[in-house]
């Protein structure tokens, strides 16, 4: 039923209009699953490689379809994601393309659940699954590599914590991401759009926690629930590694001194979650901030993990960090993924799933999220590509009632 009979790849536009690989797979009793893979910008240095889409492509269909079509089957995850490492080789997937990888990874996922007839969160997490959905991490203003000219901090995120269910949270978000454009309209600061679609004003760190300070608070007055204010660092990217200090633009700081600054403003800000507050080598610094604040904020790993068991088994021996970010196309293959997040969950860990700032319409994470019973989902707040995977939530949550 599930044999796989064709996988088909193809380039097609993600978000930034950048190429990116897009799988079909179809299996012998028509079962049929497509999936697209995403892309970052502040990738980190240990993930998985991506490929020139036309190069993955080719090196997919030469060494993985042979090993897919009449020899796997598609309702078999395991075999699906053994049968792609066993194609390309190496650790990272610098055969065959991360992204191809992912693709047909999550293709195959679909047509599996296609064949069963059931919701892909259910095919890939089990008939128990659905009660629970993650509460989603809004990315709401930021800039670093995602805007340039706007904060040096990436991501300034809006966390509804307190909503009473998962459609109540997306739009809370979305309050949120409206309100910080009636602010800086009021305090006559144009600003355009990041590639995640939030808010990018030419503002200072200072500033940019003043106008989400206020929006959520608006927003959680109107809505009567808790917002929070969460951030993504994106550390790596303002450490400077041969003169070992963080650029904020003029200011620089020591690595003690950041984490500091961090664990100041987790009080002064009462911030939620925390994504890679330090570089992505920096293990002590993130263990050292973890006893500092890790007993009321979310200390979450993105570069620092790269959603690969191995760092994260080092984080767990460390005390670094108290979550971790997951990205399928950070490790190549759902499998991969899902080993991520039981290893984290099975050490106290909580796991948020992740969009990239380069996205298509794929839905996969939204599923990925319930399968796994993950507490948090990072997938933007507006943009199309953004919405697709927020829309599929609360679509998730009524099928689930
Ligand atoms: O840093 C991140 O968490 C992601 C997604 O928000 O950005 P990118 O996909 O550019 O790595
Ligand atoms: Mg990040």
């Not at 994504?275 to 200390?299: H, I, N, Q, S, Y």
Request: proline share 4%.
């Amino acid at each position: 039923m599930t044999l796989i009979r064709s996988v088909s790849l193809r380039r097609i536009l993600d978000s930034r209009g950048n190429p990116t690989v897009e799988a079909d797979v179809l299996t012998d009793s028509g079962g049929f699953g497509r999936a697209a893979a995403p892309s970052g910008a502040s990738t980190g240095e240990y993930e998985a490689i991506e490929l020139p889409p036309g190069e993955a492509i080719a090196s997919a269909r030469q060494h993985a379809v042979p090993r897919l079509v009449d020899e796997v089957h598609a309702g078999n995850q395991r075999e699906v994601d053994a049968a792609l490492r066993g194609a390309d080789g190496t650790d990272d997937f610098s055969t065959v393309g991360a992204n191809s990888a992912v693709a047909i990874s999550m293709a195959a996922a679909k047509a599996g659940a296609d064949v069963l007839g059931a919701p892909l969160f259910q095919h890939l997490g089990g008939t128990f699954r659905g009660g629970d959905l993650p509460i989603p991490l809004g990315n709401v203003l930021g800039g670093g590599e995602h805007a340039k000219a706007a904060t040096h901090i990436q991501e300034f995120l809006a966390v509804p914590h307190g909503a009473p269910n998962v459609s109540e949270a997306v739009f809370a978000n979305a309050a949120v991401h409206d309100r910080i454009g009636e602010l800086l309209d009021e305090r006559d600061m144009p600003a355009g759009k990041g590639d995640e679609g939030a808010w990018a004003p030419a503002v200072t760190d200072a500033e940019a926690f003043d106008i989400v300070a206020a929006a959520t608070d608006d927003v959680a007055a109107d809505v009567g629930f808790d917002v929070a204010v969460g951030l993504d660092v994106a550390a790596s990217e303002l450490y400077d590694a041969e003169s070992e200090v963080y650029r904020y633009g003029d200011v620089e700081r020591t690595p003690d001194e950041q984490v500091d600054y961090i664990a100041d403003l987790v009080d002064e800000y009462d911030l939620a979650y925390v994504e890679d507050p330090v570089e992505e080598d920096d293990f002590d610094g993130f263990a050292d901030l973890t006893d500092r604040v890790g007993d009321r904020t979310v200390l979450c790993g993105d570069d620092l993990f790269v959603t690969n068991v191995e760092r994260l088994r080092r984080g767990i021996d460390e005390g670094a960090g108290n979550a971790i970010l997951v990205k399928p196309n950070q490790i190549g293959t759902l499998s991969d993924a899902v080993d991520a997040v039981e290893l984290a969950t099975r050490n106290g860990l909580e796991a948020v799933v992740s969009h990239r700032s380069g996205e298509t319409e794929d839905t996969t994470i939204a599923h990925l999220a319930v399968a796994t019973g993950a507490p948090f989902i990072k997938t933007g707040t507006v943009g199309g590509e953004r919405t697709a995977k927020l829309n599929e939530l609360i679509r998730i949550a009524e099928d689930a009632v």
